[in-house]
């Protein structure tokens, strides 16, 4: 006899040692014992007979503990142990968990710092920390959309720093293409973002004719400290 609401909802635990078993059908049941109330599915997968943990009443209703059994049972059908494909998917989210973007972004920054110069790799860092991070760095990265980096760039847009958003969106393009090469993600989200950033006006300088002016220019140059 299937379950009822009311029933899921007003039944204790008889003090059995091993708890009492209550049959919803479909190989669904709630166990109770004296920590509580626990939904159970019995099945078998090649030949032997295993259960399947489904959750914790109230948390989950009798209504949701069905919807998962009947998505067990689809499993099952398509030749696939529920219990093994519920294990792949917390190890799925544990992953997605881990690789957020400011994990996979500060392990980029780190991997390649020896590509640039110390004065772009303080830069870089900066733009992370003061202008994606509190806004994405606690999302999954896989689970980022263009629309989330566009948010997050079209702040430093709004300040006018127009071409500081068009580099800020360089560097969420290579952190992507690295989450990607580690396979921390599928693609390269801010592909689709061309376009979307205003364009950088260029600015001509006027040229030096006068000899004097640019014999002073060169000199200036000569002498003129470079920084790395």
Known sequence: ???TDTFTRNTKHSGAPAGDKHSDGGGLYLHITKTGKYWRMNYRFAGKQKTLALGVYPAVSLAKARQARDKARELLAQGTDPSTAKREEKQAMAAAAANTFEAVARAWLEKTSTE?????????????????????????????????????VRRMEARGAIDSAHRLKQVCSQVFRYAVATGAAERDVTADLRGALAKIIKQNHPAITDPKQAGALMRSIAVYPILQ
């Open 1 to 3: 006899m299937a379950l």
């Open 116 to 152: 640039r110069i110390a004065s772009t790799q303080d830069k870089i860092n900066t733009w992370l920390e003061k202008d994606l991070i509190p806004f994405i760095g606690s999302m999954p990265i896989s689970a980022i959309g263009p629309r989330d980096v566009l948010a997050a």
